[in-house]
Structure formats: C-alpha cells, structure tokens
C-alpha cells in the first residue's frame, strides 16, 4: 500500500472509531540462588493484564536460553528485548533468531514482550522485521528516536516535530495494517524528540493510540520536569500506551547532576505509576535496571543485576496490588 493510502486509511479509521533450564543455568553461572521460595513469591503476582517485561540491554552476551533461564529466576512475565544495530538480535538476523529466542524463552514459561527496535519509518526493512515479530506473537515495539536537529536550535523546532509527525503517521498506518502496536518513549535529553513531553501530542496527533503510542517513562518524565511533571502528563494522556519503570534522584550538591537508583528510592513513586496505569488498557509494561549502566554484562557476573531486578520487581507488584 502506498503512503498516501496508509495515511488515508488512517485518518478514516481513526476519524470513525475517535524450570529444568533454570538448574543448568545455575549451574553455569555465578547465580547461586536458593530459586525457591523469594521466586515463587514474585512470581505469584503473574498473570496479570499488564504482564512484566525487564529490559535485556545488560543480558546481550547471554545466549537465549541463558536469558530464559535469569528471567525465570527474575520472575518476571518475559522481556523487551532488543532487535536493532548493535542489538542481541541484528535486524538482519531476525527472521532465524526471534523464533529462536521465543522458543527458550517458552521453555521458561516465558514471553517476548516488546521489542526494542530502530523503527520510525514505513519502509521495507520495517515492514520485514515488524511481519516477523508479529508472525512470532509480538505485538508491540518500541520505536527508534526522532531527534531535533542540533544545528536548528534557531530554526523551526516546531516544523522538525510536524516533520516526523508525518513520518509516525505513515508508519502508525502500517502498524494498523499489521496488526502491531508502536511505543515511543519519552526520552532524557535536549535532542530527543519527547523529552518535552508536549511535544509528543503534535507528533502522535490524530493517531490511534491502538496503532502507536506512548511508553510513558517516568524516570525521563521527572528527570526532565520537575514541578509541572502533573501537567505534562495530562497534556498526552489520551496517547498513553504502556509504562516504563526506572527510578533517579537529583544530587543533593547539584541539582543538575541525576544519579539511577533502584526503584522507589527516588523521583519516581507508587502514585506516579498508578495514575499513568489508570490510563492505558492491558499492555506489557517494562522494567529497566538503568543504575548498571548500560553495557552488556557477561552471565558470571550478572548475579547483581539478577537481584537487582529481583528487588525492584516486588517493589513494582506491591505498586500494581
């Protein structure tokens, strides 16, 4: 279909509708845990309609089932996982390895749940790896960033907004056409479109939120706005799409220096994530560790992150209770 005739169809439809694998990774990794008894207590809160994901960023050197096995001692509902450059799987590679990695994640009884892609456009290669994701029963994905051009700081950054509406509007008809949904994340930053929060509801006006919206990350939310975060938050509410979870605070002696934290000891709180959650229909929302940085870490050394995300996962439970 042509971009002017998934635009339009756009615009009329939104218009009318307005446990063995577990052991053998103990074994072969550094993760000593007694699974029993804390696991099966985090895990009780599974099965709900916004089931878990942890991002896989600092899983990357794992090999699937190695991934399986430390969500499963997580015990999380399955992962976001990241299908892009540089990502643990290559775009290229899609095709053999998402149905790879959904297998040794089912072995676990767990799930990919979102996809961390660099998509933002309607093109061949999207088209290719959003039909793989969702012939392997993903339907959602995180999108790739517009960002504001540096050399344009007196230019119009209004028009570079409008620019990539029409780029979200084009791909939004695609996600439609396919059957997945398009998560943008606001992101921390002067050069990320988002990181204004309000100039998310140019860039997805007129778009349904079923097709693409927004991954409401409350970390880059209070990072970026401090006493109007409230507003903000209203201004895209009808774009609401998922949740992500991360949490930073401000340096006592330097108000401009921020410092990630585990979840609940900073700016981000219960009543935050609650309001937001009150917003979107039944979606997997994702939990990131952001205070390991953001390299990969190898599986003899991950225990830290595997307690990490441990940690912050019952945090989050007692959140959604």
């Known amino acids: 279909m042509s971009t002017f005739d998934r635009r339009t169809l756009l615009t009329k439809t939104t218009q009318a509708a307005i446990a063995s694998g577990v052991a053998g990774f103990l074994a072969n990794s550094s993760l000593q845990l007694a699974m029993a008894e804390p696991a099966k ?36 509902d399955g992962v976001e996982a990241t299908i892009r450059s540089k990502g643990h799987i290559e775009p290229e590679q899609a095709a053999d390895s998402i149905p790879q990695m959904v297998e040794a994640l089912a072995k676990n009884d767990k799930r990919l749940l979102i996809a961390a892609t660099g998509i933002n456009q309607a093109d061949k290669p999207s ?18 960033y517009y960002r504001y051009e540096k050399s344009n700081r007196s230019g119009s950054m209004l028009q570079e907004v409008r620019n990539a509406a029409a780029q ?24 990320y479109v988002g990181s204004l929060i309000w100039d998310l509801a140019i860039l997805l006006e007129g778009i349904d939120r079923q097709d ?6 409350l970390r880059h939310l209070r990072a970026e706005i401090s006493g109007s ?7 895209v509410r009808p774009h609401l799409r998922s949740i992500y979870l ?13 410092g990630d934290v585990p979840l609940g000891e900073g ?39 595997v307690d ?14």
């Open 41 to 76: 207590k985090v895990a009780s809160g599974g099965g709900s309609d916004y089931p878990i994901a942890i991002f896989t960023k600092v899983f990357q050197t794992h090999t699937f089932a190695e991934l399986s096995d430390a969500v499963a001692v997580v015990g999380a």
């Open 127 to 144: 088209e290719r790896l959003l039909t793989v994701l969702r012939d392997n029963g993903v339907r959602h994905y995180r999108m790739g």
């Open 168 to 191: 979200a509007k084009d791909l939004a008809a695609m996600n439609r056409e396919l059957g997945v949904v398009g998560l943008y994340q606001n992101h921390y930053g002067k050069n």
């Open 212 to 217: 693409m919206g927004i991954a409401l990350d």
């Open 229 to 235: 975060y409230q507003t903000a938050v209203d201004v």
């Open 246 to 258: 991360k949490d930073t605070r401000r340096d006592a002696t330097n108000g401009d220096s921020l």
């Open 267 to 305: 700016m981000v709180n219960r009543e935050l994530f609650r309001d937001a959650l009150q917003s979107i229909s039944p979606v997997p929302i994702s939990l990131h560790v952001e205070y390991f940085g953001q390299n990969a870490i190898p599986v003899g050394k991950i225990q830290p992150v």
């Open 308 to 321: 990490a995300y441990r940690r912050d996962l019952v945090t989050l439970r007692s959140w959604m209770a």
